[in-house]
């Protein structure tokens, strides 16, 4: 893959407490934040629960049609962790004990502390490759295209940093964003002219409250500064024309 | 529909805000927990981008394999807001004025400002039902068993009390949490064997830090006290034995 074309990913949430709605995911706009940052325009989120079946049925939707995969959630030690094993069956791979796993736990935690429970973290499909945790030990992994991360927010986010190298992003998605005090019943029409004359721009329109104000923001996204630049300038133009104050956001 | 009868959701979110990470969403949690809350499960959450294949295809899916499915986002104004078109093509009805939300609209606002953005706003499905807005107006509306929501997470709030008599919920999904100070791969045997003994029953174990310490909190799951009441013994039982601090979380 060369950069200059486009990359894709899914991201793929496992956990019940996500669908109870007793925990509030925060890993998608983590991942989604740092793979656009790399190049990688996520396609889709899905977040699915426990079930084996499930999770197999939707890994294999989501690796055929997307350059990755993330998922997070289920590689701890308890008996609702169940990605390793769904992950090995998706690819039709042995689930076994991952030796280096294996040597960095055992180092990890002091004698007598690896117990069984610690050491179901270390059954992965057959020759995955580890993604390295600094921060609980237990490490992550990934098989071909599907990359495999825990569901602790903090664990998570200490862990991308040793993915960086082994994603190939393409041109990073730059964005900018224009704030305005305005509604969006007002400015409609005209940015949606100026969406029509530029098709290949993502042109994005949110209101927003504010210190008790309404406003609306407009966010252009586009791998090519010049056309953002351009949109820039052509929604400048009508911003001006009709009197909108631009504010701070 | 009776009571007792499984009753099940998934909910679409409609948004290229989420999938670039520049909004956290918080729908998926205020949908679910009011959705547990009258006795409906959520089996699958997916975040689409505002694109029309991609929101019919998916909808024609989710609508199939669920009792309910609950979108939010994409109903506003602008150019980017194609919920509505989209449910119209996936139930292959016509997209048109609907009568009563313009007349919503109409009284809603002062002379003069129910203007040409504002009027997209009253396109809809054929038919369709509309969801009242205490809030800014605009109504949502439902299409067979498909429910449209706004993005806008305050506005969606205020929109769900109006919404709880057309959906017909099973038993309420009970749940009971017990917090530990413990580590996940200390319990991991015992909860394992409690589940195998009562597979019915839902039992998730989420490491939390807290205060500077760790601890777990084991989540137990079901449509039926008794069962829950059984489970929370077997689990009280094996704490007990293992001398395992019990904490408020």
Chains 1, 2 share one sequence.
């Not at 407490?17 to 890993?27: C, W």
């Not at 079930?51 to 998922?71: A, G």
């Not at 224009?178 to 721009?201: F, G, W, Y």
């Not at 630049?229 to 009709?242: A, G, P, Q, V």
Request: hydrophobic fraction near 40%; include cysteine.
């Amino acid at each position: 893959m060369t950069k200059n074309t486009k990359v894709n990913a899914a991201i793929l949430i496992i956990g019940n407490e996500i669908l109870s709605g007793r925990t509030q995911d925060t890993n998608t706009s983590t991942l989604a934040n740092w793979l656009n940052s790399i190049g990688v325009k996520v396609n889709e989120v899905r977040v699915v629960p426990d079930i084996e079946k499930k999770i197999i049925d939707t890994l294999n939707v989501l690796r055929e049609e997307n350059n990755y995969v993330f998922t997070t959630g289920g590689i701890g030690p308890t008996h609702d962790d169940i990605t390793a094993q769904s992950v090995a069956k998706a690819f039709d791979l042995k689930y076994e004990i991952h030796k280096e796993a294996f040597k960095i736990l055992e180092a990890y935690y002091k004698p007598g502390e690896f117990n069984e429970g610690r050491q179901k973290m270390v059954w992965m499909p057959e020759k995955a490759e580890l993604i390295l945790n600094p921060t609980s030990g237990a490490p992550g992994f990934s098989v071909k295209n599907v990359f495999c991360l825990p569901g602790v927010p903090s664990i998570l986010k200490s862990m991308l940093g040793g993915l960086k190298n082994r994603i190939v992003g393409g041109q990073p998605i730059l964005s900018l964003t224009i704030s305005l005090r305005t509604v969006e019943s007002e400015i409609a029409s005209s940015i949606s002219k100026i969406q029509d004359k530029n098709k290949e721009i993502e042109i994005g329109s949110y209101p927003f409250f504010h210190a008790g104000k309404l406003g609306v923001s407009i966010v252009i996204r586009s791998e090519d500064q010049s056309k953002i630049d351009l949109c820039n300038s052509e929604i400048l133009k009508f911003i001006e024309e009709k009197k909108i104050e631009i504010v701070d956001r």
